[in-house]
């Protein structure tokens, strides 16, 4: 009886072994290999730099508050953009800390001069709450208050906005969006002129 109870473990221990050096260590590796081969800029956060500092990423989302730029989604990860605390707030939609979040969101756009309809993005946070993107909508929502601010014509706006605005992949999977980072460091490149 012991000897088949030792014959039964050997091969399931084994495998046990086999299998974690597998997929615990050279699946892994493996994987990490070909991202930081292939795919090097997506494998590390898409890091822009300016130099030799590391400014923001474009695929996490982060904070503008200035005027002179065109601003993100809110955010309910921590206290804003917090990578650490990455999540949704978890409100339900009947709830009234939801309700009243998004109405003071709202009245922060008409006080920034959106007229109209506002954008749900505009007013609403993302499931991780690092969302660096916008419909294009939100970001036109945002010209009027930027090109003030900015001493720049608005149709100048609109055209760096529809320039920076990403289709769907294929054509099929998502939405067209502006990725908020990208189109504030091209505003930044264009500095602020005086309008005519």
């Given at each position: 009886m012991g000897n088949d109870f030792t014959s039964a473990l050997r091969p399931a221990i084994v495998m046990t072994v086999l299998f974690a050096i597998l997929l615990c260590v050279a699946y892994p590796m493996a994987?990490?290999?070909i991202g930081q081969t292939i795919?090097?800029?997506?494998?590390?956060?898409?890091l822009v730099r300016d130099g030799d500092k590391i400014?923001?990423?474009t695929v996490i989302g982060q904070a503008f508050t200035n005027d002179r730029y065109f601003q993100t989604r809110p955010s309910a990860a921590g206290k804003g953009y917090d990578g650490l605390s990455s999540s949704g707030s978890n409100y339900g939609p009947t709830s009234q800390a939801l309700v009243d979040r998004v109405k003071a969101?709202?009245?922060k756009a008409r006080g920034a001069g959106v007229n109209g309809p506002i954008p749900g993005d505009l007013v609403t946070a993302s499931g991780s709450g690092l969302d660096p993107d916008l419909s294009p909508a939100a970001a036109l929502a945002q010209v009027s208050r930027v090109a003030r601010a900015r001493g720049l014509p608005k149709a100048q706006l609109r055209s760096l906005v529809e320039a920076s605005t990403e289709e769907p992949l294929l054509g099929?999977?998502?939405?067209?969006r502006v990725n908020v980072f990208a189109l504030n460091r091209q505003l930044d490149q264009?500095?602020?002129k005086p309008s005519r």
């Open positions: 994987v990490l290999g795919f090097p800029s997506q494998a590390n956060g898409r400014v923001g990423s969101d709202v009245e099929l999977l998502g939405e067209p264009i500095g602020a």
